[in-house]
């Protein structure tokens, strides 16, 4: 029999585009202030499940390792979870499974990434993530994938950049109110267009900023959760897939893994009708076409997020409120702790203390990421 | 064990800090806009080359370099692979369970996860499934003049629905790059056929095709 699992806490730092900070140092910001929010100390924890992603951003192969300190996971079980892009929900996922099990009562989630070590850029590393006898050679960057896949998604729905630029606009904005985000800010879709082409289609303000910081969260089995707090955020519902490495052999116009992983959520969460029984929606939205990509995946229907964004539905106060956070477009992108920020959002828009962020009667909500080349969906169901 | 309550929460970045902590972040300016992109114009401004540097007085800063190299053994599938490349031919595996052809071969159905060994040989026209125009490369701090047309092409007649959903399908199909066309009038669909280094330059490489052109009476 599967236990209930609560969030409790969270905690997270700021997310800018340099922090003169350790690792170390940043985890644990992230994790004494998600502690305070539940009144936990180190003590009470049962176990730490961390989360970052590729080592080479620290050129420290032993990455794991920094977040054991910090996390007071010393004399403790502790593991690292590693599925690219996906990895700070994918943490999320794991703590769950501790929690669960019934095994563990009380667990810390921490995700980190210092993207800013790399000197004098990440792109050389970037490269390093495709597949190094047929793909290499070609001397890829990151964004060709992003540009390869918004093109094939715009083909299939026949959509345009201008539509597609309002998610910039929309997440910049929302990130306005997030205390902590990078790049909250006011713009028009012209800006994005008038941006510097990257690789077509994707333009400079299409991506999300990358980005240093952490993110806790404390997780407490049912019995525990009330305890410890009046305002628990059930997770009801996880879900996790991977489509194949052989992303030239796939259409990339639907991840439907990310379908598949949502749909496990949602099977365990009781949600029959994600349209009519989410409030809140929190998709991964490292480039603005990536948040249609999946919301579509999330609801199941392929080409309607374009509908609904068209329709201003996905704004804070539409029907389908859709990063509501700011998104990683409007936070920032430390890779596995903006998925785990995603997460967070969904503990603090359902316990209701989002701020000038709050959606009103937000009950349930879906967080996603996504990660690896193109295959990796991990999703979260909370409900408060 | 303290009860937290939501008035526990405070919005205040400091006030959230032990107070060592928020010490170190006051003194350093992180209280205030530090990192932070101060405004959506400075992002447009900056160009994508340029590199950010550290700001921060008297912060000590360490640097160092790792250097590793590798050779990757190309495994039983790929090696064949290659070979072919160098002769001028591209060849797959075909899986007998549900038909598939495999370009990037393997030696095992991830669909039916059974053994494949037998060969094909595919004349190497196909479509442009998807492309992008790309102006930086590796190193994105070189520009391009003129963008280089990045594609996934998918092989002729490989094309292959999955029983089990509507939207997955599966075709034979690699990343390379396209040429001989002008880049304003690529479009997804688009014939092409490989164009193949002299079989003296060939080294048994992916590389060994220069790019893909555009078939005769497409572009
Ligand atoms: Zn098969």
């Not at chain 1, 539905?313 to 539409?318: A, F, T, V």
């Not at chain 1, 509501?324 to 998104?327: E, I, K, V």
């Not at chain 2, 080294?203 to 095709?209: A, C, N, P, R, T």
């Given at each position: 029999m599967r236990k209930r699992v609560a969030i409790v806490g969270a905690g997270m730092t700021y997310f800018r585009s340099m922090l003169p900070m350790t690792p170390q140092e940043m985890v644990y910001e992230a994790v004494r202030k998600s502690l305070d929010d539940c009144g936990l100390e180190f003590k009470d924890i049962d176990a730490v499940v961390s989360g970052s992603a590729p080592d080479a951003f620290d050129g420290y192969h032993h990455k794991g390792l920094v977040g054991v300190e910090p996390s007071g996971a010393n004399g403790k079980p502790y593991s690292r979870v590693f599925v690219g892009g996906g990895t700070g929900v994918g943490a999320a996922v794991a703590g769950w499974w501790h929690v669960a099990s019934g095994v563990f009562k009380r667990v810390l989630v921490v995700a980190w990434e210092k993207m800013s070590h790399p000197y004098p850029h990440a792109q050389p590393l970037f490269k390093t993530i495709f597949e190094p006898i047929v793909e290499q050679p070609l001397g890829p960057n990151l964004i060709w994938i992003f540009a390869l896949e918004m093109r094939r998604y715009m083909e299939a729905h026949k959509l345009s950049k201008e539509l597609i630029a309002r998610v910039a606009v929309k997440n910049k904005g929302n990130a306005l109110d997030h205390p902590y985000a990078q790049l909250g800010a006011k713009i028009t879709v012209e800006d994005v267009l008038k941006s510097p082409v990257l690789v077509w289609p994707v333009h400079r303000l299409d991506i999300s900023p990358s980005s240093d910081g952490a993110v806790a969260l404390v997780l407490a089995s049912e019995d525990e959760a009330r305890k410890i707090t009046d305002t628990p955020v059930w997770i009801e519902g996880v879900g996790a897939c991977l489509d194949s490495q052989f992303w030239t052999n796939r259409d990339l116009a639907y991840p439907y893994y990310v379908y598949l992983a949502a749909q496990q959520a949602y099977k365990m969460a009781g949600i029959t009708n994600p349209l009519k029984e989410i409030d809140v929606f929190e998709p991964y939205d490292p480039f603005t076409y990536k948040e249609l990509h999946h919301l579509d995946a999330l609801l199941g229907k392929p080409g309607l997020a374009p509908k609904l964004l068209e329709e201003g539905?996905?704004?804070?106060?539409?029907d389908y409120p859709t990063c509501?956070?700011?998104?990683l477009l409007g936070v920032g992108n430390p890779i596995a702790a903006a998925g785990l920020m995603k997460v967070a959002e969904l503990y603090w828009q359902l316990s209701g203390r989002a701020g000038k962020r709050q959606v009103p009667n937000a009950y349930v909500g879906v967080a996603q990421a996504w990660g690896d080349l193109m295959q990796v969906a991990q999703v979260v169901v909370c409900r408060s | 064990m303290t009860r937290a309550t939501p008035s526990r929460f405070s919005p205040n970045y400091l006030k959230q800090l032990p107070e060592d902590l928020a010490e170190y972040v006051r003194r350093h300016g992180l209280d205030k806009e530090f990192g932070r992109l101060d405004s959506w114009s400075s992002s447009m401004e900056k160009t994508y080359t340029e590199i950010e540097e550290w700001q921060i007085d008297n912060l000590i800063i360490s640097y160092w370099h790792i250097e590793c190299m590798y050779k990757h053994a190309a495994g039983f599938a790929v090696s064949r692979f290659l070979e072919g490349l160098k002769n001028g031919k591209i060849l797959g595996t075909k899986c007998e369970g549900c038909g598939r052809v495999l370009i990037p071969p393997r030696i095992f159905c991830e669909w039916c996860f059974r053994d494949v060994d037998t060969w094909v040989e595919h004349p190497g026209t196909g479509v442009i499934s998807t492309y992008s125009l790309s102006y930086i490369g590796t190193d994105p701090r070189v520009r391009f003049e003129k963008p280089i047309i990045v594609a996934v092409i998918w092989f002729d007649g490989t094309v292959k629905k999955a029983n089990s959903s509507r939207t997955v399908l599966h075709s034979a199909g690699i990343l390379h790059k396209v040429q001989g066309v002008d880049p304003e009038k690529v479009h997804v669909g688009m014939r092409v056929k490989p164009v193949w280094r002299r079989p003296e330059e060939r080294?048994?490489?992916?590389?060994?095709?220069e790019y893909f052109a555009p078939l005769e009476g497409d572009g």
């Open positions: 539905q996905l704004e804070r106060d539409g509501p956070s700011g998104g | 080294v048994g490489s992916i590389l060994d095709i």
